[in-house]
T-cell receptor, first 113, second 112 residues
């Protein structure tokens, strides 16, 4: 079955630590995205990538980093520079020419202790 | 604040119709989307409409677009308990590839 997976589902981090969230897709999609969701708010774009070895900042990239070494994978690192990292993180992918039709993973809930 | 605006909450009785409203800002948007999010899960694309259409129907879902007022609505006929979720309206910005602009979402609660 084709789909997009995120791991882990729940993640706890101490202040000052970096943490990496995994996102993998087997849909053969060129484009991948990372969003942050806070209660009562819409999704905010962190980073996106249209093709392997290339990515662009979204609206709230500060304190985050990504890599796109493989088509299937788009990991997100939440660094200690992110002031308020506790949130629900969603990864998505799409065909490059249909950027509005995104397939989402199940999400990772990150809590900073 | 959000560029795409939605009411935050809607309560509806099982079997009734639900209407979720959205206003958007970019008059040059080419496509507008409705996504559904069940508790603790990712989003699922429900339907979308091209900007030169006024209406699109897909089984129990009807999308209405009023370009003059930049108003989009999603009607769910015969609402079921499984329709309880958060519904997001989103627009794709013409000058920003890949940047879906989401509203804050409407929490729909279906009561028996």
């Amino acid at each position: 079955d084709g789909g997009i997976t995120q791991s882990p589902k729940y993640l706890f981090r101490k202040e000052g630590q970096n943490v990496t969230l995994s996102c993998e897709q087997n849909l053969n999609h060129d484009a991948m995205y990372w969003y942050r969701q806070d209660p009562g708010q819409g999704l905010r774009l962190i980073y996106y990538s249209q093709i392997v070895n290339d990515f662009q900042k979204g609206d709230i990239a500060e304190g985050y980093s990504v890599s796109r070494e493989k088509k299937e994978s788009f990991p997100l690192t939440v660094t200690s520079a992110q002031k308020n990292p506790t949130a629900f993180y969603l990864c998505a992918s799409s065909i490059r020419t249909k950027a509005g039709e995104q397939f989402f993973g199940p999400g990772t809930r990150l809590t900073v202790l | 604040g959000e560029d795409v605006e939605q009411s935050l909450f809607l309560s509806v009785r099982e079997g009734d119709s639900s209407v979720i409203n959205c206003t958007y800002t970019d008059s040059s948007s080419t496509y507008l989307y409705w996504y559904k999010q069940e508790p603790g899960a990712g989003l699922q694309l429900l339907t979308y409409i091209f900007s030169n259409m006024d209406m699109k129907q897909d089984q129990r879902l009807t999308v209405l677009l009023n370009k003059k007022d930049k108003h989009l609505s999603l009607r769910i006929a015969d609402t079921q308990t499984g329709d309880s979720a958060i519904y997001f309206c989103a627009e794709i910005l013409v000058d920003s590839w890949g940047k879906l602009q989401f509203g804050a979402g409407t929490q729909v609660v279906v009561t028996p």
